[in-house]
Antibody, heavy 120, light 107 residues
Framework: QVQLQESGPGLVKASQTLTLTCTVS??????????WSWIRQPAGKGLEWIGR???????NFNPSLRSRISMSVDMSNNQFSLKLDSVTAADTAVYYC????????????WGQGALVTVSS | DTQLTQSPSSVSASVGDSVTLTCRAS??????LAWYQQKQGKAPKLLIF???SLQSGVPSRFSGSRSGTNFTLTISSLQPEDFATYYC?????????FGQGTKLEIK
């Protein structure tokens, strides 16, 4: 059974870069059937899709964040990562990594979530 | 972006009741809709995908349907563990979007 686990700093200063890593166990990033996504949720609010990456490195991003996002994969450690530049208080949220079933486009496995707070 | 509007925003029901939650898409999304359940402090859990397909391991009291751009999630015979917030998500086109959620509370 696949498991996903987010890791990274819980506190980031405004204007700096937020970096999160998702470690995948029980499945290979290179399995070919899945995309690997980031989704966030501000406290008390709904879910926002940030973007996704495929094992080969191709990406799709939410246009609202595209200018500040980059994603990468590390096959040797079975991890994928998110970088979000120039953060503000509006980027404070719980960040989830999730596995998207390729072709059917739904998220069947999620990490537990990582709270990232942007401080001034 | 494709907007998803969920109704009601909150609903109260009793154990054993049947409830229907609605998600309306701002444009045709075919069957590219999933439903998730989220409990406080936890990650969302997939219930339904492709409009009406039940995810493996999800009880059969959960069902999904579609009529045009309107989608419904029905929970029959509510159980105590069903009280949570429910989100719909579309994957017809980028960016993927979610509804604002429906909170199902115990009456």
């Amino acid at each position: 059974q696949v498991q996903l686990q987010e890791s990274g700093p819980g506190l980031v200063k405004a204007s700096q870069t937020l970096t999160l890593t998702c470690t995948v166990s029980g499945d290979s990033l290179n399995s070919g059937s899945y995309y690997w996504s980031w989704i966030r949720q501000p406290a008390g609010k709904g879910l926002e899709w940030i973007g996704r990456i495929y094992a080969g490195g191709s990406t799709n991003f939410n246009p609202s964040l595209r200018s500040r996002i980059s994603m990468s994969v590390d096959m040797s450690n079975n991890q994928f990562s998110l970088k979000l530049d120039s953060v503000t208080a509006a980027d404070t949220a719980v960040y989830y990594c999730a596995r998207e079933v390729g072709g059917d486009c739904y998220f069947d496995s999620w990490g537990q979530g990582a709270l990232v707070t942007v401080s001034s | 972006d494709t907007q998803l509007t969920q109704s009601p925003s909150s609903v109260s029901a009793s154990v054993g009741d049947s409830v229907t939650l609605t998600c309306r898409a701002s444009q045709d999304i075919n069957d590219w809709l999933a439903w998730y359940q989220q409990k406080q402090g936890k990650a969302p859990k997939l219930l339904i995908f492709l409009g009406s397909s039940l995810q493996s391991g999800v009880p059969s009291r959960f069902s999904g349907s579609r009529s045009g751009t309107n989608f419904t999630l029905t929970i029959s015979s509510l159980q105590p563990e069903d009280f949570a917030t429910y989100y719909c998500q579309q994957a017809n086109r980028f960016p993927y979007t979610f509804g604002q959620g429906t909170k199902l509370e115990i009456k």
